[in-house]
């Protein structure tokens, strides 16, 4: 597999040279909002130690990004009044991944409700006023 590269985008976002939107973060993860968004709510959630994927993380990183997963899942139930949670996760070019550092996608869901496309970035203070919700659902 291809070696760790600490200049992908979600490596620059943790040593804050790009901005991001952040949600919540403990010692081992941090969760932030997706630029384009494909639900209103749309969040990665990422470990703060490198790993390219599923694939090559230790037990240790899978755990804690998954408690985290469930904690802003849950928020995001909350902040959205969601009916239901899709969490994504792609290893791979093949598999669909784009940003190789291993991150979740937590998306909150309506019935009846379909994804938006990939790929439209999304409005500043409309995410914004997302995170802020979020927020206030975890505290
Ligand atoms: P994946 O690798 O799972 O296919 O997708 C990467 C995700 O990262 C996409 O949903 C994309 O919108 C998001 N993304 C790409 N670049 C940035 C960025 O600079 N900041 C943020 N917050 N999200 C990004």
Excluded at 70 to 94: C, I, W
Excluded at 119 to 129: L, Q, R, Y
């Amino acid at each position: 597999m291809t070696a760790y590269d600490p200049d992908n985008i979600f490596a620059k976002i943790l040593r804050d040279e790009i901005p991001s939107t952040r949600v919540f973060e403990d010692d081992e993860t941090l969760a932030f909002m997706d630029i384009m968004p494909r639900a209103d709510g749309h969040l990665l959630v990422i470990p703060k130690t490198p790993c390219r994927n599923v694939l090559d993380a230790s037990p240790d990183q899978l755990a804690a990004v998954i408690r985290t997963v469930q904690k802003l899942g849950r928020a995001v139930m909350t902040a959205f009044d969601a009916d239901g949670v899709t969490v994504q996760q792609f290893n791979e070019a093949a598999g669909g991944q784009e940003v190789f550092h291993l991150h979740f996608h937590v998306l909150p869901r309506h019935e009846d409700v379909s994804l938006r496309p990939p790929g439209k970035m999304g409005d500043f203070d409309v995410i914004a006023e997302h995170a802020e919700k979020i927020r206030a659902a975890l505290s």
